[in-house]
């Protein structure tokens, strides 16, 4: 592969991270990232637009997914020490650079905001109706702030932690549930063609393109060359919880499932076995929680290090605290209610997400490729 | 155990033990925290109507026991009598929530529905529309979805008061009553889904009190499950009892805990039969134009008791008990399917989603005629029964001089 020094040289030559994660705890990180809140609302909206296709969504949006960290190894590929932001200066240019690095300043601290105003919210509803949304916010926010301070390394380690038992008690919950399941519930497939599963899938889809977080962390990646294998693995993981939440609630549900809120808790609600396996929500919360934890922590860590990178500061660490306080603030101003996240969530967010996470992101990347080529020419 | 006397490991360690019980005092629910002794743990709910139409809701509440730390401990059998482990309270409202909101202001604690298994609705209730308390109970978030639900004949209310002998409330007679499947096994999420759904109707258990043994308190005794309360739309609107009910269980696939009392052609006594093994089948089919369900019953039992001098070794009269319990079967689910599809025009059995689910195209093209094709849906019905045990006896027993034939 070509590296062009000079280029490469004009922007930051330090990284600001000296921690190093592996591939594998790359790919785990992601999990929680892109499940923790999808989880949520996911079959909710998947269910209005598909029907009883709704497991059918998760499979198209995982393409989605797939695109993104096809543009997050490309432009990984074409600068492999840098991030999206620095590698942006480097393609654009100072100014262009900085201007597109810009956004995702404003962008970041936006959905971190949306994030942890979604896990509020639940907290507050299903757990906690009496307790301020600041002081559940803000604990949550300074544990991650802890976290991320920490470095990559801790936070890798912690994904990997809680990623075991996330995936361990989702598991065991589902099972619990197979006596009240119906699977005939699952016909007829494709009713009204594919279409409607299709419309389902931009909730989905505009969840998996937060696989772009893979452009940030990739050059803090020690084997890079296990990264692909194992990021593809890491899509496949989340699809199958996906597809497997969706047939869960499909079969308990049926077409009420669009009618709940958050149709996963309430089939943890319904879990009832031998009289005494019961009123189980509080353990899916507090598995919930790990895995917000993870996705909360992993981007704030990545607008702290995209504002470090952009205005070129030597570390990042004296920024984690403000940067935090600034997402509490955002989630504050994202949405007054509930029911506007809910709305979020089913229509604006997903074209705003795919905009900022794919589209964006695709756009430097073809830039980048064309004026590597042109480059290529001209010193041939 | 060796001990370490390393001072670095004991800070390590002293430190870690001083921020878990930091942790601890942190985790007690912040401004949640609710004390269970401040808490009126409801068990079951009634819902009735008033004269004027206004919401009467009825609650069986748990009255923890003092005797536990009091009464050095001998609280079995004796000592308590069942009538001292939950109370009733009772509020009116416009709707259900007024009703509820009333009824925390007639208590001194927190009323918390987490716990309320059972959910009993009037008739008179139920006859008026039960949408609102439906949208109650899965709206308002302490309840649970997994609450059965029951269709009272008298007041609701008159069956959560009753103070049941053999369980620690009539709550619990009814959880277990639900679970062990006597009636149909209704949840409120079922219950929603089936009133939702396709079908726009539904069959609750149907509950009546057991008249107190002589003597006895009028509450000292236990609702149990007599019939059926079929739902059309939101409303109910009809009764059933046995044959008929156990004609609709067979049709839902629900029936348990039966026994069949069968005479065979040409025998004046009767043989009894236990199945245990009973599954309904639907299957769709639309050919020319006619829409046909194919229903099949299949069941399996044992004898359990023989007064005919028939001998169950013999095939031919297994087989003719088979047929006769074909009949009976027969004039079970032949009634039920005139009465839903002819008389009361209401899709209790699930046909138009199992049209739906395996006839796709015709229903698609046929959706908006449903409620003209349902009526003329024809109901094929097919039976077959197996005897395959006949208890621990082979021959008749008690039959005087049987013993004697062997010398004939």
């Known amino acids: ?380 | 155990m060796r001990i370490n006397r390393s001072p670095i490991r004991f800070i390590r360690i002293a430190s870690l033990f001083l921020s878990l019980s930091t942790a601890a005092m942190l985790l007690q629910g912040c401004w949640d925290r609710v004390e269970i002794n401040d808490l009126a743990i409801i068990l079951a709910t009634g819902i009735d109507v008033t004269d004027k139409q206004r919401v009467h809701i009825s609650v069986q509440i748990f009255i923890p026991r003092q005797s536990g730390s009091s009464s050095s401990g001998s609280n079995g059998g004796s000592a308590g009598s069942p009538s001292s482990v939950t109370m009733v309270q009772t509020a009116d409202g416009d709707n259900i929530a007024e009703a509820m909101n009333r009824l925390q202001r007639k208590l001194s604690r927190h009323v918390f529905w987490g716990h309320c298994e059972a959910i009993v609705i009037g008739k008179d209730a139920a006859s008026s529309g039960i949408r609102q308390y439906l949208d109650f109970l899965l709206r308002f978030p302490q309840i649970r979805e997994h609450a059965y639900v029951y269709v009272s004949e008298q007041h609701a209310v008159e069956t959560i008061a009753l103070l049941p002998p053999l369980e620690r409330s009539s709550a619990e007679v009814l959880r277990e009553m639900g679970n062990m499947k006597l009636g149909t096994k209704v949840t409120v999420l079922n219950l929603a889904e089936s009133i939702d759904g396709l079908s726009k109707s539904a069959v609750l258990s149907r509950l009546k009190i057991i008249p107190s043994a002589f003597g006895q308190s009028k509450y000292a005794t236990m609702p149990y499950v007599r019939g059926l309360a079929l739902f059309k739309n939101d409303r109910y609107i009809k009764s059933i009892a046995e044959p008929n009910s156990i004609g609709m269980l067979i049709m839902l696939n629900q029936l348990e805990n039966i026994v069949f009392t069968v005479k065979p052609e040409g025998e004046k006594t009767f043989i009894a039969i236990q199945p245990s093994n009973i599954t309904t089948d639907l299957t769709p089919k639309v050919v020319n134009g006619k829409w046909a369900m194919d229903i099949n019953v299949r069941m399996r039992g044992q004898v359990i008791l023989n007064s005919t001098n028939l001998s169950l070794l013999d095939s031919k009269n297994l087989k003719n008990i088979e047929a006769a319990w074909t009949e009976l079967i027969k004039g079970m689910v032949e009634p039920v399917l005139h009465l839903a599809q002819q008389e009361l025009k209401t899709d209790f059995f699930g046909y138009a989603l199992t049209f739906r689910r395996y006839q796709a195209k015709e229903w698609a093209k046929n959706k908006e005629n449903w409620e003209k094709i349902y009526p003329n849906v024809y109901s094929n019905l097919s039976i077959q029964t197996r005897i395959f045990g006949t208890g621990k006896s082979n021959d008749p027993q008690g039959i005087p001089g049987q013993a004697d034939k062997r010398n004939k």
Request: one cysteine or more.
């Open chain 1, 1 to 380: 592969m070509v590296v062009y020094t000079n280029l490469e040289m004009s922007g930051v030559d330090v990284m600001i991270e000296h921690g190093k994660i592996s591939a594998a705890q790359l790919s785990i990180i992601m999990v929680p990232t892109v499940l923790a809140t999808s989880i949520l609302s996911v079959p909710s909206i998947t269910m209005t637009y598909a029907g009883q296709d709704m497991w059918l969504s998760p499979i198209w949006a995982s393409i989605l997914g797939l695109m993104s960290m096809w543009v997050a190894f490309g432009l990984s590929k074409l600068y492999p020490k840098s991030t999206l932001i620095e590698s942006s200066v480097l393609i654009l240019g100072k100014w262009g650079g900085k201007l597109f690095g810009l956004l995702y300043l404003l962008f970041l601290p936006h959905i971190t905001g949306v994030i942890i105003r979604q896990y509020g919210e639940f907290i507050v509803r299903s757990a906690l109706p009496q307790t301020p949304l600041f002081a559940i916010v803000v604990s949550m926010v300074l544990v991650c702030a802890i976290n991320v301070r920490s470095g990559i390394e801790v936070v890798g380690r912690t994904a990997q932690i809680f990623v075991a038992i996330f995936i361990l008690f989702a598991a065991f919950l589902f099972v619990l549930l197979i006596r009240d399941l119906h699977p005939e519930q699952i016909l007829p497939i494709g009713e009204a063609g594919l279409l409607p599963s299709l419309r389902g899938s931009v909730a989905p889809g505009a969840w998996f393109t937060e696989y772009i977080l893979l452009a940030f962390l990739l050059p803090y990646v020690h084997d890079r060359h296990k990264a692909l294998h194992k990021s593809l693995l890491s899509i496949l993981a989340v699809t199958l919880s996906m597809v497997i939440t969706n047939f869960v609630c499909l079969f308990l549900m049926g077409d009420l499932t669009d009618s709940f809120q958050y149709p996963v808790m309430i089939a943890a609600r319904y879990i009832s076995i031998a009289d005494f396996m019961q009123h189980l929500e509080a353990i899916v919360i507090a598995i919930w929680i790990a895995g917000i934890f993870v996705k909360i922590s992993i981007f704030i860590y990545v607008f702290t290090l995209s504002t470090a990178e952009w205005l070129e500061l030597k570390a990042y660490r004296s920024l984690v605290l403000p940067l935090s306080f600034v997402c509490v603030i955002f989630t504050y101003w994202v949405a007054t209610s509930q029911t506007d996240i809910v709305k979020l969530y089913g229509t604006s967010a997903n074209v705003y997400t795919i905009v900022l996470l794919l589209v964006m992101p695709s756009l430097l990347l073809l830039t980048g490729a064309i004026k590597n080529k042109w480059f290529k020419r001209r010193s041939a």
